[in-house]
């Protein structure tokens, strides 16, 4: 990977970073302004809290590995799969600049 698309990837990384960090943010307030007072029979407002608190742990889930690939960027290893060591293809970075294993490795990986 030469220079430019390195730095093409490391843009894309800190608007991610930058995105999920508002998006965790606003749902923060969201939460705390609505108190979630949930009554004993309110199913509605318990599956409404767990939808949040799911989506948040992902929305964190995705920061970290976002932050990780920020560290590979710095160490040299971005776009390097953890699993086989291989390359990992310019369109799977493309459509998720944070991933860290090839798909073949991925597809191992999930299990």
């Known amino acids: ?16 970073r930058e995105r999920l960090y508002h998006e965790l943010e606003h749902l923060s307030h969201a939460a ?10 309110d199913f509605g407002a318990v599956q409404a809290f ?20 920020l560290q590979r960027v710095e160490d040299g290893s971005y776009g390097q ?7 990992i293809s310019k369109a799977r970075l493309d459509a998720l600049p944070h991933a860290s294993f090839c798909i073949a ?7």
């Open 32 to 41: 705390e302004s609505a108190g979630y007072d949930v009554g004993e029979y």
């Open 81 to 87: 799969c953890r699993g086989c060591g291989g390359m």
């Open 50 to 69: 767990n939808n949040e608190v799911a989506l948040t742990d992902a929305e964190m889930s995705m920061r970290e590995a976002v932050r990780e690939a």
């Open 105 to 111: 490795c991925e597809r191992k990986h999930e299990g």
């Open 1 to 16: 990977m030469n220079a430019t698309e390195l730095r093409k990837y490391e843009g894309k990384l800190r608007s991610l």
